[in-house]
């Protein structure tokens, strides 16, 4: 495995000001930022309630100091785009995809949501068909919060379902009632979005098989044009985890969520949803994630907000986690990255590797070292990759492949 190399550069030092000028990105960070696509996450770190399951970077309160709350959140964030506009300077490049997550976005107004887009707007270059998404939890949404978002050039919305079974709602802490998800994706369309996805779950503890035919058959009833499943992960420091440890709550069962994957691959396709990343469904090409497509490249996007993470030709960085804190260093003229690290060339083929092997198309064999050539060979005799492809130059996972991602991808990269 190779070394990361973690650096203090003078774009990203904790230092009181903000240096000017376009010299705050090394020059390889420069490299290829009019070639490289490039997109923009936007964090809200904001939420009603903290689901037992969430280890993201979010708060219930709206007293978190000056610039921290809901009411001055939207001129907070807009304060960093200005900062990333003159970082990246003249060779900003065109945004393709916006992508504003959280948290619950929607909890700020959706006038809101429409100021930080036209900020983007207003300075950076926009494709003309960018792709604009935000996530929202259904019971955030409106029919006519969703009219504001969708004339204001949002173009897609992603739900949080994650389950049509009363009980694993609230073993997870989700507010909103089984059916309000599929409600919601019926008021999106009426409002014009043509893109429409539900997250779903799986794996809860006393989720049954039942439970999980409903809310594979909840959302294939809903217009829907996406649909992201995922494993429930049982995350160090959850109140899921304390439940769990104080044996509450039993862990999820490896061969139990095979099976609900399975049992949803195969109804996803059956409806004509098919999988282009090992927990993404899409209904065409069109419908595909774009946004998530850039991180899976491992192209160029910078992240606005409390903890949100940025990429910038293999320089990474994070941002302080703290909103308050966040809103300090930006109202003082500083940036507000904790730390960064410069990903050396063998650190971003890894990268490569590890992304593209959970994407149908998979990536070339020669994208892998010998040795992981070798492993692929043994992985086709195994069925974790299909023989074709690799056959014909490219490591593609199996149906089987793909119950077993992980593992395939740390066998081909140590």
């Not at 785009?81 to 990246?88: E, G, S, T």
């Not at 779950?201 to 992201?228: C, F, K, M, N, R």
């Not at 993404?280 to 910078?302: K, S």
């Not at 293999?314 to 941002?319: A, C, H, I, M, T």
Request: with cysteine; hydrophobic share 40%.
């Amino acid at each position: 495995m190779t070394t990361t190399t973690t650096q203090t550069l003078p774009l990203l030092g904790q230092t009181p000001a903000l240096p000017a000028g376009p010299s705050m990105l090394p020059a390889s960070a420069r490299d290829g930022l009019r070639t490289t696509p490039f997109g923009l996450y936007v964090h809200v770190p904001f939420c009603a309630t903290r689901c037992g399951y969430c280890d993201f970077n979010t708060y219930t309160s709206d007293e978190l100091g000056p610039g921290a709350n809901r009411s001055e959140y939207a001129g907070t964030a807009i304060a960093e785009l200005r900062l990333a506009a003159d970082v990246l300077g003249p060779d900003r490049p065109e945004v393709q995809t916006v992508f504003v997550g959280g948290g619950t976005p929607t909890l700020l107004p959706a006038h809101d949501l429409v100021a930080v887009l036209d900020a983007v707007r207003e300075l950076f270059p926009v494709a003309p068909d960018v792709e604009v998404t935000t996530e929202a939890n259904p019971e955030s949404v409106t029919p006519e919060s969703l009219a504001v978002l969708r004339a204001g050039g949002f173009t897609r919305i992603s739900l949080g379902m994650q389950s049509a079974a009363e009980h694993v709602l609230a073993v997870l802490d989700r507010r909103h009632t089984p059916g309000r998800a599929v409600q919601a994706a019926h008021e999106t369309r009426a409002a014009g979005f043509e893109h429409v996805n539900l997250d779903l779950i799986y794996g809860a503890p006393g989720e049954t098989d039942a439970d999980w035919q409903a809310s594979i058959e909840a959302v294939l009833a809903a217009p829907v044009d996406h649909v992201s499943a995922y494993a429930l992960i049982v995350e160090h420091g959850t109140r899921l985890a304390r439940r769990v440890a104080r044996g509450e709550l039993p862990m999820p069962d490896d061969d139990v969520l095979a099976d609900r994957y399975e049992q949803a691959d195969r109804a996803f396709g059956g409806a004509g949803l098919g999988w282009y990343e090992v927990s993404n469904w899409a209904r065409d090409r069109a419908a595909r994630c774009r946004h998530n497509e850039l991180y899976w490249a491992n192209a160029n996007w910078w992240g606005i907000g409390p903890g949100a993470h940025s990429h910038v030709g293999g320089l990474r960085w994070w941002n302080v986690k703290h909103p308050a804190a966040y809103a300090d260093r930006l109202a003082a003229g500083a940036h507000p990255a904790a730390d960064t690290e410069l990903l050396t060339p063998a650190d971003q083929a890894l990268e490569r590797v590890m992304l593209g092997l959970r994407l149908r198309d998979g990536l070339p064999l020669d994208a892998l070292s010998d040795a992981g050539r070798a492993r692929a060979a043994e992985s086709v005799v195994r069925g974790l990759l299909e023989a074709g492809p690799h056959a014909a130059g490219r490591a593609v996972l199996t149906d089987r492949g793909r119950l077993l991602a992980d593992a395939v991808i740390r066998d081909l990269t140590d």
